[in-house]
């Protein structure tokens, strides 16, 4: 399926693995891009040679054209967009911040500038700045979140600028590949689905919570910090509500996360553990391979466009 966004990147297909905090790293992002979709490396807070050494590790993997993920919260982000040119990476997709001090640096080196928006106003921004696509997410995704929903969005973004969007938030199968094409976007990027591919380092502990999650399973901690955060149900999250509706201060609540991600991915541990997912986590039904899960999602999507379904 070519669209502007596999002419762009250089792939096969017209998906884009998310780049989530420790459980977007080379293993996972070379076997997406191995199997003809964008693999992604989440940089997230990791030192800028951390982040290097991840990218050699995917260039042993594949030849395939592959990306990083920069968070610009993180006190590293300027050491880190400098090591994503000096790696040549093809792509770059951005988060928690405003790029634009970097894109100029990133498009001299000839690397796409892909930032991850929430609004129409910072879409409208980042194609100012120079941005070569961006990526519309959807409330209903995992993780750090904005207000409005994917199906808002996305045709909202798509009329109101030229580059080629990205729909997020909410996709796991075909049917939300089609629905997103049909709502104006040119690819999808997906998290939920990948964080159960064979290839993803994630706990088993973590992988089993997602396939058995139902469509309830989800909520969102941090809206009164003015930071929400999708994740699937357990005591950490029963506690932080709690101490949020008591009010308490954003420096105890931040004692109560710390470390919480890195113990669901590496530790398995899903009762203290944040284990973020999307919405859609109800519809993730068993561990595949990359492979197997990009061919399945083309195939339906691909019938459903097509009038096959």
């Given at each position: 399926?070519?669209?502007?966004?596999?002419?762009?990147?250089?792939?096969?297909?017209?998906?884009?693995?998310?780049?989530?905090?420790?459980?977007?790293?080379?293993?996972l992002?070379?076997?997406?891009?191995?199997?003809?979709?964008?693999?992604?490396?989440?940089?997230?807070?990791?030192?800028?040679?951390?982040?290097?050494?991840?990218i050699?590790?995917?260039?042993?993997?594949t030849?395939?054209?592959?990306?990083?993920?920069?968070?610009?919260?993180?006190?590293?982000?300027?050491d880190?967009?400098?090591?994503?040119?000096?790696?040549?990476?093809?792509?770059?997709?951005?988060?928690?911040?405003?790029p634009?001090a970097?894109?100029?640096?990133?498009?001299?080196?000839?690397?796409?500038?892909?930032?991850?928006?929430?609004?129409?106003a910072?879409?409208?921004?980042?194609?100012?700045?120079?941005?070569?696509?961006?990526?519309a997410?959807?409330?209903?995704?995992?993780?750090?979140?904005?207000s409005?929903t994917?199906m808002t969005?996305?045709?909202?973004?798509?009329d109101?600028?030229?580059i080629?969007v990205?729909?997020?938030?909410?996709?796991?199968?075909?049917?939300?590949?089609?629905?997103?094409?049909?709502?104006?976007?040119?690819?999808?990027?997906?998290?939920t689905?990948?964080?159960?591919?064979?290839?993803?380092?994630?706990?088993?502990?973590?992988k089993?919570?997602?396939?058995r999650a139902?469509?309830?399973?989800?909520?969102?901690?941090?809206?009164?910090?003015?930071?929400?955060?999708?994740?699937l149900?357990?005591?950490?999250t029963?506690?932080?509500?709690?101490m949020?509706?008591?009010?308490v201060?954003?420096?105890?609540?931040?004692?109560?996360?710390?470390g919480?991600?890195?113990?669901?991915?590496m530790?398995?541990?899903?009762?203290?553990?944040?284990?973020m997912?999307?919405?859609?986590?109800?519809?993730v039904?068993?561990?595949?391979?990359?492979?197997?899960?990009?061919?399945?999602?083309?195939?339906?999507?691909?019938?459903?466009?097509h009038?096959?379904?």
């Amino acid at each position: 399926m070519k669209t502007e966004i596999t002419e762009l990147l250089g792939i096969k297909y017209p998906v884009i693995q998310g780049g989530m905090a420790w459980v977007a790293e080379y293993h996972l992002a070379a076997a997406v891009s191995a199997a003809g979709g964008f693999g992604i490396i989440g940089a997230a807070s990791a030192p800028p040679e951390i982040v290097r050494e991840q990218i050699r590790k995917v260039k042993e993997l594949t030849d395939r054209p592959f990306g990083v993920n920069v968070m610009l919260m993180n006190p590293n982000a300027a050491d880190v967009a400098k090591v994503v040119v000096e790696e040549g990476v093809k792509a770059v997709t951005t988060g928690a911040g405003n790029p634009a001090a970097y894109i100029g640096m990133w498009k001299e080196a000839g690397i796409k500038v892909i930032p991850v928006v929430a609004s129409v106003a910072m879409a409208r921004m980042m194609e100012k700045a120079g941005a070569n696509a961006v990526v519309a997410e959807g409330t209903e995704s995992g993780g750090h979140i904005g207000s409005a929903t994917t199906m808002t969005l996305v045709p909202q973004v798509a009329d109101a600028v030229k580059i080629p969007v990205i729909a997020a938030g909410g996709i796991a199968d075909g049917r939300g590949v089609a629905a997103a094409m049909m709502l104006g976007a040119k690819a999808v990027q997906m998290g939920t689905r990948f964080i159960v591919a064979k290839e993803s380092i994630v706990h088993d502990n973590y992988k089993e919570r997602v396939i058995r999650a139902k469509d309830i399973d989800s909520e969102v901690t941090g809206r009164s910090t003015g930071h929400p955060i999708r994740v699937l149900r357990n005591k950490m999250t029963r506690e932080y509500l709690k101490m949020e509706a008591d009010g308490v201060s954003l420096e105890e609540l931040e004692v109560l996360t710390l470390g919480s991600l890195r113990k669901a991915v590496m530790d398995g541990d899903v009762v203290n553990g944040s284990l973020m997912a999307g919405q859609i986590a109800g519809l993730v039904k068993k561990e595949q391979t990359c492979q197997e899960i990009i061919e399945e999602i083309m195939q339906e999507a691909e019938a459903l466009l097509h009038g096959d379904k």
